[in-house]
């Protein structure tokens, strides 16, 4: 089964921390995402990325960076994060690039900014 | 901008009654795909519809792609407790996803 792995399931952070959301997943997927989910929202995609060092905006990326140093691995940053940034993270991986391949979420990071 | 629009927001059913929710885009989609994300849980993958007009079926739920390929819809034939959970759409324009703002269900035993 695929696996897709945050690092943490609930962060407390104070108002300009920097942020680091780590997403890994264990079936050399191509594709990995960020989005974040609010009430009424659904999910907004924040970044993606195709391949190793390769990234492209979503609709929401301000306020956020990302890094694919490695295929497995991606990051979301928060370089000063901010109250209005409180909300759940998603990262998601899918196998075919350029084709559609389902989502696999991972169990989300639930970010709280004081 | 590209959207997905999804309705109702919220549906609360009495167990055995039927559920439907709807997703209309503003823009032809590639396809669709429906998620289910359980109370406390993450979206899982449920179904993915391609073909104009298509029609596929998941024991109790039935899913439609309209003909133009702009809309879906999810119909839970006699809901169960089990089909607790918020329902996502998901269109697909080139290579991003645009997810519908979700329909909570809520079924009373």
């Known amino acids: 089964d695929v696996k897709v792995t945050q690092s943490s399931r609930y962060l407390v952070k104070r108002t300009g921390e920097k942020v680091f959301l780590e997403c890994v997943q264990d079936?050399?997927?191509?594709?990995m995402f960020w989005y974040r989910q609010d009430p009424g929202l659904g999910l907004r995609l924040i970044y993606f990325?195709?391949?190793?060092?390769?990234?492209e905006k979503g609709d929401i990326p301000e306020g956020y960076s990302v890094s694919r140093e490695k295929k497995e691995r991606f990051s979301l940053i928060l370089e000063s994060a901010s109250t209005n940034q409180t909300s759940m993270y998603l990262c998601?991986?899918?196998?075919?690039?350029?084709?559609?391949?389902?989502?696999?979420f991972g169990e989300g990071s639930r970010l709280t900014v004081l | 901008g590209q959207q997905v629009m999804q309705i109702p927001q919220y549906q609360h059913v009495q167990e055995g009654e039927d559920f439907t929710t709807y997703c209309n885009s503003s823009?032809?989609?590639?396809?669709i795909q429906w998620y289910k994300q359980r109370p406390g849980g993450h979206p899982v993958f449920l179904i993915q519809l391609v073909k104009s007009g298509e029609v596929k079926k998941q024991k109790r739920l039935t899913f439609q792609f309209g003909e133009a390929k702009k809309n879906s819809s999810l119909h839970i034939t006699a809901t169960q407790t089990t089909d607790v959970g918020t329902y996502f759409c998901a269109g697909r324009n080139f290579n991003k996803f645009y997810f519908g703002s979700g329909t909570k269900l809520n079924v009373k035993p």
């Open positions: 823009t032809t989609l590639s396809n």
């Open positions: 998601a991986s899918s196998l075919l690039q350029g084709v559609t391949g389902e989502l696999f």
């Open positions: 079936m050399d997927h191509e594709n």
């Open positions: 990325s195709y391949d190793v060092k390769m990234k």
